[in-house]
């Protein structure tokens, strides 16, 4: 069984989410405060993914609406490069398109503060993109 943590990477905060191949099912794990620079937000991340034996990564790659990459997905591809680098893991980046949306819908009926919805739809929104990625293989990440 190989362990797979979603990444919804922001400046203001980073939504987790993990899964595995096994039960190829994504849960929300939390966010974490997107302090200092891309060197901190690569520890932060690692630091969460020790507690979790996590094999390989998956980050949303913020695509604009016609696929090209935008200065977001840039930021977003060097944090991944560097959390590659760092961990000697695999890091897949996966198409995150409306991800913040279906997280907002799915928290809709929750009924939470704006303050308490906002921290919340980080690690849904990293769990719609895992839950995604997981849903995309065929027979299983190890195909990818």
């Keep these: 069984m ?16 993990i899964g595995d191949d096994d039960a190829r099912i994504a849960s929300p794990l939390g966010t974490v405060d997107a302090r200092g620079g891309l060197a ?12 979790y034996d996590v ?6 790659m913020p695509f604009n609406m016609d696929g ?3 200065e977001q997905a840039k930021v977003t591809r ?15 980046y996966f198409d995150e398109r409306l991800s913040s949306h279906t997280a907002q819908e799915l928290l809709r009926p ?3 503060t704006r ?3 906002r921290k919340t739809e980080d690690a849904v929104a ?12 065929p027979t299983g990440p190890e195909s990818v």
């Design 110 to 112: 929750a009924e939470l």
């Design 2 to 17: 190989k362990r797979y943590m979603g990444i919804d990477y922001g400046t203001k905060r980073i939504g987790l989410a």
């Design 55 to 60: 094999g390989a990564f998956v980050v949303g």
């Design 40 to 51: 901190d937000h690569v520890q932060l991340v690692l630091a969460a993914a020790g507690e």
């Design 78 to 92: 060097r944090f991944g490069d560097g959390l590659a680098r760092e961990s000697g893991r695999p890091v897949y």
């Design 68 to 70: 090209s990459e935008g």
């Design 126 to 137: 990293a769990q719609v993109i895992l839950q995604a990625f997981l849903d995309a293989q």
């Design 115 to 117: 303050k308490k919805q």
